[in-house]
């Protein structure tokens, strides 16, 4: 199973808004709508911040949306703030004996 | 809260073994589907291993299909991982992760583990 496909970086100045895009295949982002975002600063853990394609978990802010149309995902982050400057993994499902296909992962600036 | 807290990282050579554990708490950890990810020094996540309540059902990454083993002890609430015939490709940071909803993660703060001679 070959990893999703993201942008290796992405920037935007204070209070504009960044998308990143997540590609995949018929067989995982396509196939289901389980689709997850992470943010992982510097020698931090991921944290979820979008499931289920466009959900957000509780705490998280409604600065962060996801879509996804077709074989494609997308993280929007809106109002950038400084500390939005970090990596950016999506993740989808991909059937029981490969639960999950994350991505290539995305850098964050906030110029 | 949901707390997860790995331990058992250190140094290994190549061809030794090392039984990383996870520390639950904060809720019902025998309802729960548990993971194992690894993420290599500066690269992307990379699932490992998964696990099923009462350990019904478990995966592997073809990476590591026979020289890994998942396990969950819920009397402890704990998750474990037996790694065997270790690489020095095996190195990384491996992450204890709980199922959230919809096939999406909550992580522990993460243990390294570096395969080297």
């Known amino acids: 199973q070959s990893a999703l496909t993201q942008p290796p970086s992405a920037s935007g100045s204070p209070g504009q808004s960044v998308t990143i895009s997540c590609t995949g295949t018929s067989s995982d982002v396509g196939g289901y709508n389980y689709v997850s975002w992470y943010q992982q600063h510097p020698g931090k853990a991921p944290k979820l911040i979008v499931y289920e394609v466009n959900k957000r978990p509780s705490g998280v802010p409604d600065r962060f949306s996801g879509s996804k149309s077709g074989n494609a995902a997308s993280l929007t982050v809106s109002g950038l703030r400084a500390e939005d400057e970090a990596d950016y993994f999506c993740?989808?499902?991909?059937?029981?004996?490969?639960?999950?296909?994350f991505g290539t992962g995305t850098k964050v600036t906030v110029l | 809260e949901v707390q997860l807290v790995e331990s058992g990282g250190g140094l290994v050579q190549p061809g030794g073994s090392l039984r990383l554990s996870c520390a639950a708490s904060?809720?019902?950890?025998?309802?729960?589907?548990m993971n194992w990810v690894r993420q290599a020094p500066g690269k992307g996540l990379e699932w490992v291993s998964y696990?099923?309540?009462?350990?019904?059902?478990?995966y592997y990454a073809d990476a590591v299909k026979g020289r890994f083993t998942i396990s969950r002890d819920d009397a402890k609430n704990s998750l474990y991982l037996r790694m065997d015939s270790l690489r020095v490709e095996d190195t990384a940071v491996y992450y204890c992760a709980r199922d959230h909803s919809g096939w999406s993660l909550l992580w522990g703060q993460g243990t390294l583990v570096t395969v080297s001679s």
């Open positions: 904060g809720f019902f950890f025998s309802g729960y589907e």
């Open positions: 993740s989808s499902h991909a059937g029981r004996n490969n639960p999950y296909v």
């Open positions: 696990i099923s309540p009462s350990s019904n059902a478990i």
